[in-house]
């Protein structure tokens, strides 16, 4: 059984454009949500997160949306360079708790 | 400041054989986290240590994984004996929470193949 899903195993981008990852989950028990971004032969590495007491955190070109009722966030890339190719995992917990992680999506920004 | 290392980087054994990974934290971190991901698959959670205390130990996969943690600091993670399955990459995390929650700090992971 799947807490923290992401439906899109893929997803290719042109340069420039906006990059839109998608995270769901099920545990109305998680108040905090993290992105992380991991390349081939590395560990994950910390992107941007977001508490649930907030519906929006920005980085830089990084926006992390949180819809608490729909248990939906998303990971906005703008603009989207190659070097943001990789793969994104979204993850989840609750305060003690351990990370849950989603099964990740493999962004690819063409030149 | 160093952040997470493990060692060793890639390990290969053959089935039966023991294999100890290790985990350095950030220092001052009471959380500690064993993750695996097999296949290019989900990170897979499989234990949790505040200090040297199993917090949660619920994705330990069966009773041949043994976690450790000394004294709060460096953590080992041994498999004996090795099966086919246990193949994959070992991920350590480390976190401070001190009332609020923070993001885990991760090592490069441990490739190992089990042949």
């Not at chain 1, 989603?102 to 962004?107: N, Y």
């Not at chain 2, 929470?97 to 042949?115: D, I, P, S, W, Y």
């Amino acid at each position: 059984d799947q807490q923290v899903k992401q439906n899109s195993p893929s997803l290719s981008v042109q340069e420039g454009r906006i990059s839109i990852l998608n995270c769901d989950y099920t545990n109305s028990m998680f108040d905090y949500f993290l992105w992380y971004k991991k390349y081939p032969a590395e560990g994950p590495t910390f992107l941007i997160s977001i508490s649930s007491i907030k519906d929006k955190n920005e980085d830089g070109r990084f926006t992390v949306f949180l819809n608490k009722s729909a248990k939906h966030l998303s990971l906005h890339i703008v603009p989207s360079q190659p070097g943001d190719s990789a793969v994104y995992f979204c993850a989840a917990k609750g305060y003690g708790q351990n990370f849950v992680f989603g099964p990740g999506t493999r962004l690819s920004v063409l030149p | 400041e160093a952040g997470v290392t493990q060692f060793p980087s890639h390990s290969v054994i053959e089935k039966g054989q023991t294999v100890t990974l290790r985990c350095d934290p950030i220092s001052g971190h009471d959380n500690l986290y064993w993750y695996r991901r097999v296949m290019g698959k989900e990170i897979k959670f499989l234990l949790h240590f505040v200090k040297e205390s199993k917090q949660d130990e619920s994705g330990m996969p069966n009773n041949r994984f043994l976690a450790e943690r000394t004294g709060g600091t460096y953590s080992t993670l041994k498999v004996q004996p090795a099966e086919l399955e246990d193949s994959g990459v070992y991920f350590c995390a480390s976190s401070q929470e001190v009332r609020v929650v923070t993001e885990a700090f991760f090592g490069q992971g441990t490739r190992l193949t089990v042949v």
